[in-house]
């Protein structure tokens, strides 16, 4: 196998409320629900750097699909990093997730690795680490191919 993630799926409880949150809300680009021709089909898909994809997908599709007992949700499962170039853009983006619906779990603050960081859950739980690394350097451009 090689190392490359190609897709990163989120099990949603309620798709139109994620699809909300992330478009509306967050403000990633999507053409919304596609899938729905299909009967467990209906997923959302929004493109991000490098050729990644975000998708929303509901629990019980994924449950359905790769054969397992739905389970009770856990947010420290796995966590998403959404890392930026300065504390002020991190206070920015908790702001404009808080807006969108967000709820803030962890304020920004300082981190004892030397940066700034904070965490929201989505509507559905998920938890998001916005972050400022001084040793990192995140690249500036477009976020999205058209």
Known sequence: ME????????????????LRFYREGLGLKTDG??????????VVFFPLQGNLMLALYPRKEIAWDAMVAA?????????????V?????VN???????????????????TFWGGY???????DGHLWEIAWN???RVEEGPQVRS
């Open 3 to 18: 190392p490359r993630v190609s897709v990163l799926t989120l099990g949603v409880d309620d798709l139109e409320r994620a």
């Open 33 to 42: 629900v596609v899938g729905t021709e299909f009967e467990h089909g209906a």
């Open 71 to 83: 389970e009770p949700r856990s947010s420290t499962e796995f966590t998403i990093a959404h890392n």
């Open 85 to 89: 170039n300065s504390k002020e853009e």
């Open 92 to 110: 920015d983006v908790m702001t404009q997730a808080w807006a969108a619906g967000a709820r803030i779990v962890k304020p920004a603050v300082p």
């Open 117 to 123: 960081a904070g965490y929201f859950q989505d509507p």
């Open 134 to 136: 001084p040793q990192l």
